[in-house]
């Protein structure tokens, strides 16, 4: 965070290997936004952009990147605090009135819908998160941030204040070019499921929680 680097808000525009196919208005429970839908140039992965406000380079924007969750995000599980995260940045948002939220379709920490179901079915027998995966024979988190960052930048953002208690995540968009003048700090009241996920977060992977061990 502290140390210097070079990036793309201090050069000339760079080629993105991300494409914006449509927008349009959505008005939602918490506001109203606006959705951009992205594709990747270089891969299958698609992505949402849910932005609110002016996105101007010069001034510190609200952001988050949001890995899609469909257990929390649509069923509502309380095994995590993936949906609720979501939720209070869009109130965050709307509160402010400018930001953006890239959603991008990394299950699991990168690892897929089927294989997170597997992963639960290890939990059910008590591995924590990271030992799930583990014992499945996948890594820990799969995922990539630099076409996220990329979205921003074509979003019209360059200063952000970033709603995250990942400190990868932090580091990724930064070495992607984005200036983060601010970490965000985002949590909420976990439910009794949630605890050794959130635990094993701050424990194993080295979240930014205010959590007791």
């Not at 309380?78 to 948002?93: A, E």
């Not at 089927?114 to 988190?141: F, M, P, S």
């Not at 605890?195 to 424990?203: A, G, M, S």
Request: with cysteine; proline share 3%; aromatic share 6%.
């Amino acid at each position: 965070m502290k140390e210097q680097v070079t990036t793309a808000c201090d050069e000339a525009e760079r080629p993105l290997s991300i494409e914006r196919v449509a927008v349009a208005h959505l008005p939602t429970e918490w506001g109203d936004f606006k959705i951009a839908g992205y594709r990747s140039l270089t891969s299958n992965e698609e992505f949402v952009a849910l932005f609110k406000g002016e996105m101007r380079r010069e001034v510190p924007t609200l952001v988050r990147i949001h890995s899609q969750c469909l257990t929390g995000d649509v069923f509502g599980s309380n095994k995590c605090d993936c949906g609720p995260q979501l939720h209070q940045t869009m109130r965050m948002i709307e509160l402010e009135g400018r930001g953006a939220i890239v959603y991008q379709q990394q299950e699991g920490r990168g690892i897929g819908i089927l294989n997170k179901i597997r992963a639960y079915a290890l939990q059910d027998e008590g591995a924590d998160t990271v030992e799930a995966n583990e014992q499945l024979g996948l890594a820990v988190d799969l995922r990539e941030y630099k076409q996220c960052a990329e979205i921003l930048f074509d979003l019209g953002l360059c200063q952000v204040k970033v709603i995250s208690n990942n400190p990868l995540k932090l580091r990724a968009l930064e070495e992607a070019g984005l200036r983060i003048v601010e970490r965000v700090s985002i949590q909420v009241e976990p439910t009794e499921n949630a605890e050794n996920y959130l635990r094993t977060k701050k424990q194993k992977l080295g979240h930014l929680l205010e959590f007791e061990n």
